[in-house]
């Protein structure tokens, strides 16, 4: 049970910082065979940008676990209690639709470059790799809009409750 709890809070955010340690290490290494060995590596800036790619479709996710979207905070603080819920869930429930529906397209997007056998040049890995990154991103995103839906009714009914115990 730590271990899935441990998941639900971390996984986003472990995946990222693996990916950035392995970008900084990876362009620091070109940068020291540039340099002083004078000779760069092929696959250095094509991995980098792979893994950029990754992260960029793995951090959509971890901003709807840490709530980092963006949002208009000035019209949401304004509003009184169940109003700012509501909000929130609609936003949720919106988010939620959007990842749902830009998934398909994108699983069909990854399925055609798969039939394709497209590969990368300079590491020759093949291209579904790289473009099944939206559809991992697009669903762990949709997990997390579901859960902030189901965590924005649970908070709303504690403030229903705290409001009418008064």
Not at 22 to 27: G, V
Not at 79 to 99: E, F, T
Request: with cysteine; glycine share 4%.
């Amino acid at each position: 049970m730590k271990v899935i709890k441990w998941l639900d809070e971390h996984l986003e955010e472990f995946i990222l910082m693996i990916m950035c340690i392995c970008m900084a290490c990876i362009m620091m290494l070109n940068v020291i065979m540039r340099y002083v060995l004078g000779d760069s590596l092929t696959w250095a800036e094509e991995l980098t940008c792979y893994i950029f790619v990754w992260s960029s479709f793995m951090s959509i996710s971890y901003c709807m676990r840490k709530k980092l979207s963006v949002q208009i905070t000035m019209v949401r603080d304004a509003l009184p209690g169940k109003s700012r819920y509501i909000l929130m869930i609609v936003v949720d429930v919106i988010c939620l639709l959007l990842y749902a529906y830009m998934t398909p397209s994108a699983y069909t997007l990854c399925t055609q470059i798969n039939r394709m056998g497209a590969t990368s040049p300079a590491l020759g890995i093949p291209m579904w790799i790289i473009y099944i990154s939206p559809v991992l991103g697009f669903i762990l995103s949709m997990i997390r809009s579901a859960q902030n839906i189901y965590f924005d009714i649970r908070d709303m009914k504690a403030f229903d409750a705290a409001n009418t115990a008064r």
